[in-house]
């Protein structure tokens, strides 16, 4: 009742998974991410505990294969599952139990896994990886163009509730890149596209508010800015404030673009001048 992708990205070490699934909440029970170990799923009869049991193996040295058989064996409804695991260095494993619901099974690919069950065909798996393979850009493109392939094939069966996205560094210390769920909407990976544009938004602004306050050149400053607010669309106009504050900080202030963020919500205006007397006093 559900299909899904885990994979490691070989150009940044990143480690990245995705699921979808007509079934409320799937992002918070079936896939597993930590950071500089592994990524995985339990799906059909899941069982959230290997979330735990497998990556917990996978740090103590073990291939996923031997985590897999080894978190298994005790498993009295292993027929029931379905499971798949990368390891940071690549590794896959993975488990279709034979009494997983028809049409279910898997495909691994180099540093990729794809799995699913009570979907619309055979081969939905297979869909995922080869779309996977051939994406360019970040993991967390590829994934969602892997899964939104998957979609368009047929998807679950029983038709579309939930999505998720999850993607953490190569390293321990990397932490969480990524973790975007949506856990009801009529179309969940449309709207887990959207919440995936947001984040590269909020990024971008973050990133340039960053750059302002260490005294960087304002013109890739603002370049970034625009890209951002362009992401935000026109709900969210905090990317056009903090490009009004680069504009003061450079010493080119537009008063008319401060004025009209102001008509729309007066804070900006105290939170502009707060900020800019700052500016002013540390610079």
């Not at 990729?112 to 081969?123: K, P, S």
């Not at 971008?204 to 370049?223: Q, R, T, W």
């Not at 102001?262 to 540390?282: F, K």
Request: with cysteine; glycine share 12%; net charge neutral.
């Amino acid at each position: 009742m559900t299909f899904s992708l885990a994979a490691r990205c070989a150009r940044t070490g990143q480690l990245g998974v995705a699921v979808a699934s007509h079934s409320l909440g799937v992002g918070a029970v079936v896939p597993w991410a930590r950071p500089g170990v592994g990524v995985g799923v339990t799906q059909a009869l899941t069982d959230r505990r290997y979330g735990r049991l497998l990556p917990d193996l996978l740090a103590n040295g073990l291939a996923p294969p031997l985590a897999l058989k080894l978190a298994m064996i005790d498993d009295e409804k292993a027929a029931l599952r379905q499971i798949g695991l990368v390891d940071v260095q690549g590794r896959t494993a993975g488990h279709t139990g034979g009494a997983c619901v028809a049409h279910a099974g898997r495909r691994a690919g180099v540093g990729v896994v794809a799995q699913g069950n009570m979907l619309a065909a055979d081969g939905l798996w297979d869909v995922m990886v080869d779309r996977f393979t051939t994406t360019p850009g970040a993991l967390a493109e590829r994934l969602l163009a892997a899964m939104r392939a998957a979609d368009e094939a047929g998807g679950d069966v029983r038709g579309r509730q939930a999505a998720a996205v999850r993607v953490v560094d190569g390293t321990a210390e990397g932490g969480v890149v990524l973790d975007l769920r949506v856990d009801d909407h009529p179309d969940p990976l449309a709207e887990l596209e959207r919440l995936h544009g947001l984040w590269r938004g909020d990024r971008l602004m973050h990133a340039s508010i960053a750059a302002m306050l260490a005294g960087s050149e304002p013109e890739p400053i603002l370049a970034d800015l625009d890209l951002a607010q362009d992401a935000f669309g026109t709900g969210n106009r905090e990317p056009s404030f903090w490009r009004c504050v680069a504009l003061a900080a450079a010493g080119r202030p537009d008063r008319l673009l401060l004025n009209e963020l102001v008509r729309r919500r007066p804070g900006w205006g105290e939170l502009y001048r707060s900020i800019t007397s700052t500016v002013e006093r540390t610079s």
